[in-house]
C-alpha cells in the first residue's frame, strides 16, 4: 500500500524548489521562467490532492489494483 498526502508534497516540493527548477533547465532545456512555471503548476496540483491511496494485490488468482483518490478543491 502507498499513501500520499498532497499537502506535505506540496511542502516538499516548496523546499526543494530552486534545485528542481534547475533540474527541469537542465533535463528539458527551459528557460528558467518556463521551469517555474512547470513547477509552480505541479505544487498547485499537489495542493488540491487531499490524498491518494494505492492497494495492490490479487484474490483468488486475480491481481487487482485499487486507487483512491480525495480532493482538496478551493
Known amino acids: 500500500m502507498l499513501e500520499l ?3 506535505q ?3 516538499i ?8 527548477v534547475r533540474q527541469n533547465m537542465v533535463e528539458k532545456g527551459n528557460p528558467r521562467q518556463q521551469a517555474e512555471t512547470e513547477l ?16 495492490a494485490g490479487s484474490h483468488e488468482g ?5 486507487l483512491t483518490v ?3 478543491l478551493p
Request: charged fraction near 20%; hydrophobic fraction near 40%.
Open 62 to 66: 486475480h491481481a487487482q489494483t485499487k
Open 40 to 55: 509552480d503548476m505541479l505544487t498547485t496540483l499537489a495542493r488540491y490532492l487531499g490524498q491518494a491511496k494505492l492497494e
Open 9 to 11: 508534497l506540496a511542502s
Open 5 to 7: 498526502s498532497g499537502v
Open 13 to 20: 516540493l516548496a523546499a526543494n524548489r530552486e534545485s528542481l
Open 70 to 72: 480525495k480532493l482538496t
